[in-house]
């Protein structure tokens, strides 16, 4: 099949969503043998060529003060949306509810591909952040919601996923397709891990505990800070090693000096070598993600690849398929839970890497299965599409924009059909655009 992968992060923006296009791109090509073009706005200065796949980098506009680092794309990008058209997708697969799910439905109008989006991240905290709690974000919720219930399909990436774009107000089905992650099952060897970790004060006698993502405070990171702090106070050694930076880093230091724990805390920076970060994962003993904010938590599936058990929050989207002291530990979301945990699973270490086996082979997922697993679903809807039993979606007030920009889209296309020297003549793009919106 022919595979529209639709994303407004990409590199050189890079997390978990854009980690996500990049592994179905490389299986969806490398593994399955699809043909796969990826549509995402433009970063400037970016080379977007040397992908085993095309990438079609739309216009953007800078907005990265006001959404953190990311640019959003411009609608109305006729030539690009062209480009992706006549690829001719079966399927279009869009993970993001803002521009490219608008960019998926004006491709699904001009093409008649279905198309499927994936929900994974807390969006309605994204927008908090952003714009406030008034007005404006309940405004761009119910956008957003109309926009993701013009979709044929919607995937969430849990069961806490689902619950949560349940409770922004939007009425349809879900089906949860878990994501993978990029590392095989197994431990880096100890000369990987002695090379990669030389340069920290890491004891063998002491229990290592782990972090990896942005450092972010709704990442739950002062529950963490909170648990060193009791543990140190009761005479426990112990290392935490931090991976990652973000915008709450300055903060943790700050408190990491106040807590008198510094000799404890190690922040290695962000660590994108993955072999690098293999080998950090297998060096410690625990890993703590006291996240209520993440939807799925790749990072808790990442150390269960190599041999590493969680610290989660009950009941949160991360602890799903987690059982307690099986394959991975439950706390309250809260310092002195954690450290009470920590406190006593730490007296046997043996049976702390015991969990940690379990996780490697009751939990982890590869890249490979989870793309497999979405590519057969994408054979099913295009058959679904075909027969007319696909599940029809309602119609939204937003559905007259998408097909105005079919209609624009459309017009350039017949005007790029043109030979050159007569649309030359005829008039200039910038000139074809004003003349239509007049």
Known sequence: MNICLLNDSFP?????VANTVLNYGRVLTDEIGAQVIVGTPRYPGTDYTGYPYKVVAYPSLDTTRLTAGYRTGYLLSVREIAEMSEFGPDIIHTHCPAASTLMARILQ???GAPVVFTYHTKFDQDIAKAVGNGFLKKETLKMLV?????????????????ENLKSLGYQGEYRVMVNGVDFARGKASAEEVKEVTKGYDLPGNAPVFLF????????????????????HESGMDYRMVFVGSGDYEPTMKEKVSEYGIGEKVIFTGPIRDRNELRAIYTRCDLFLFPSTYDTNGIVVREAAACGLASVLIKNSCAAEGITHARNGYMIDENGESMAALL???????????????????EIYISWSESVNNAYRRYEEIREEAKDGTLLKRRRQKSDLLIETAGEVTEKFKKLMDLPGRIREELLSEDEWIIRRKE
């Open 12 to 16: 050189p923006v890079i997390d978990g």
């Open 109 to 111: 109008y001009e093409t």
């Open 146 to 162: 109309s926009n993701i219930s013009a979709c044929d399909e919607v995937w969430v990436v849990s069961e806490g996923a689902g």
């Open 212 to 231: 990896v993502g942005r450092l972010m405070e709704y990442k739950g990171i002062p529950i963490i800070l909170e648990a060193m702090k009791r543990l």
């Open 343 to 361: 406190s006593e699973i730490c007296k046997d270490m043996d049976k702390v890497h015991l969990v940690g086996d379990n996780a490697m082979n």
